[in-house]
């Protein structure tokens, strides 16, 4: 399975390019999140991490 991430730093910024670009890029589920480039904490991306089996492929917008 193809799994995407998508992030983006503000409130101002808009997930739709990443979400259309990991879709066509045949990802089957998307994990997405605002959050601060600096922080250190991404729990989308952890989780996607944590749910990741053999033979997935991990894709980023």
């Not at 990802?27 to 053999?54: T, Y």
Request: glycine letters at 10%.
């Amino acid at each position: 399975m193809i799994i995407g991430y998508a992030r983006v730093s503000t409130t101002d910024q808009n997930l739709d390019a990443q979400t259309g670009a990991l879709t066509a890029a045949g990802a089957e589920r998307l994990f997405c999140e605002r959050v601060n480039g600096a922080r250190a904490e991404r729990p989308k991306r952890d989780e996607m991490i944590e749910q990741l089996r053999n033979g997935d492929v991990a894709v980023t917008g």
